[in-house]
């Protein structure tokens, strides 16, 4: 049995060593707003609830172990004492880990992502229209747990309204298990889907995806192509140059002869095949492809 002091391993090995260990995680989609009032939205898997009288939720924006700097959300709870915690279900995983990106701060994570932002009825910050469920919560307590990189902030969080979509709910006006269809993480890249298993979707740590606002409107409006598979297009760095297009087109004479006979919607299937592959650079060529 391996037997670990953590006082005698590096952080991030320890960090590896927990995520791994204990899970799956709930995962609060945390939205806020800075002292400028520019919306902020970020997933955390230190969450859970604490108690229902009164009803209480904590999540941890930890220090980041590389660099003992804090996110966005962290800052902006300090400031404000309020935030919107959102429930997320696998419908919008992906879209949620696009907006775990580090990008810079004032950047909104509800646009880069693709989600819409909801006005809250007792808190400042906005709620995420698609999420199930949306806890509007005061901060009543921040503890910090150490000014070393690594360390958790609890941030204790009282719900003070509380939304449910109708469709998640069973005849008796609970939720229905199956129908919110939760997810939750685990170790490394790995999530898990309450009514189906583990699944993975690589975390964008060293990346800047372009964003679902980079994508033209016809493809976002796709009637094909989901929430999560926007969040796969908008996950990669850059679009294929013009080069790379015609490559693609021109060594594989079957898409060849598939764009020369299809369009539309057709196109955003082809695409959608590509990006359940986990191969978005395909699917950006498929889609590219049809508009030169």
Not at 48 to 54: H, L, W
Not at 181 to 207: C, H
Request: hydrophobic share 40%; charged share 25%.
């Amino acid at each position: 049995m391996l037997t670990i002091d953590p006082k005698e391993i590096p952080t991030s090995k320890l960090h590896q060593y927990l995520l791994g260990a204990v899970g799956p995680r709930p995962i609060a989609f945390a939205s806020t707003i800075d002292a400028e009032g520019r919306p902020n939205l970020s997933p955390f898997s230190f969450f859970n609830v604490f108690s229902a009288n009164p009803p209480v939720l904590i999540f941890s924006p930890a220090r980041r172990g590389r660099d003992n700097t804090v996110k966005h959300t962290f800052n902006n709870a300090k400031a404000t004492m309020e935030v919107v915690i959102n429930v997320v279900n696998y419908d919008m995983v992906h879209q949620v880990s696009l907006s775990s990106t580090e990008y810079e701060e004032g950047v909104n994570e509800f646009e880069k992502a693709g989600f819409s932002m909801l006005p809250s009825e007792v808190v400042k910050p906005f709620r995420v229209a698609e999420a199930p469920v949306q806890f509007e919560c005061k901060i009543n307590e921040i503890v910090e747990l150490g000014n070393e990189g690594g360390a958790g902030n609890l941030v204790i969080c009282e719900v003070l309204k509380m939304h449910i979509q109708n469709e998640i709910l069973d005849e008796n006006g609970y939720i229905d298990q199956h129908k919110i269809d939760l997810v939750a993480r685990m170790g490394g890249n790995w999530y898990s889907r309450a009514i189906s298993g583990m699944f993975e979707v690589p975390k964008p740590l060293q990346t800047l995806g372009i964003g679902v606002d980079a994508i033209s409107e016809d493809i976002r409006n796709s009637k094909v192509l989901t929430g999560n598979d926007l969040g796969k297009l908008g996950n990669v760095e850059n679009l294929p140059s013009a080069e790379e297009i015609k490559e693609f087109v021109q060594g594989d004479p079957e898409i060849s002869e598939f764009l020369k006979n299809n369009n539309g919607e057709n196109i955003h299937h082809k695409a959608k095949e590509y990006l359940e592959k986990n191969d978005p650079a395909a699917a950006w060529k498929i889609l590219l492809a049809n508009k030169m």
